[in-house]
């Protein structure tokens, strides 16, 4: 049993690794990447990426051609998707990216990243999201992350550190505004019928500051008020 189990776990790794060997070299072939050296990342304290090791994800370009199971890493610093080609190497899209999926390493999850939203707090059209809830009212995540330089007092090292800054929008009709992760801010982001929502949060004690909490909410949120209504 435990031979036919080895066997099983063998098959699904090699699985893995050809279809994200396919997808990178469907990218490989012609002028799709552009290499990328990790140089202005050395001696840095902290990630400038989302997920530190590589992720099997999808990708859809501007022109609406289509890429899956494709290793992929997304630098939060230059907000920036990269690919790993059939040669291991690290590269850039050519191409404009509309939208990504990407596994997630914790618990396997699809995390799921958009642009083409209005420009709003620092952030332009091309700037990427996460959508962690989707429908006519959208719940954003933008973690923005820089690279900051300290220098001791008669010191010639210089020190160099990512920040993260995360910041959560409430979207509609595409135009993102920032919140605060109190009742008083989401409610008066999402606007419509403010009772209702009131009253689920109260009936499912649910707190906002919590990520699923506030998923749950715009979920309901978007059941009231059906999209193309």
Known sequence: MKRWLLIGCMLTVSV????????????????????????SYTDVQGSPYLQEDWAIGSVVLKSDKSYTGVALKYDQVKDELLFRNEKN???????????????????NSQ??????????KGATESSYYQVLADGKVQLLFRNVKKVRKD???NSATTVLTIEEYPNYFIAKNGVPVSIKKNEKAVLEAIGGDSAALTAYIRSNKLNVKNDEDLV????????LTPEGK
């Open 16 to 39: 893995t690794r050809l279809s994200a060997q396919a997808g990178a070299a469907l990218l490989s072939k012609g002028a799709d990447g552009n290499p990328v050296f990790e140089k």
């Open 89 to 107: 190497e690290m590269n850039t899209f050519v191409q404009p990216v509309k939208s990504f999926n990407i596994n997630s390493r914790k618990d």
């Open 111 to 120: 995390l799921v990243f958009r642009n083409g939203f209005a420009p709003a």
């Open 151 to 153: 220098k001791a007092y």
């Open 216 to 223: 749950k909410l715009i979920v309901y949120c978007n059941s």
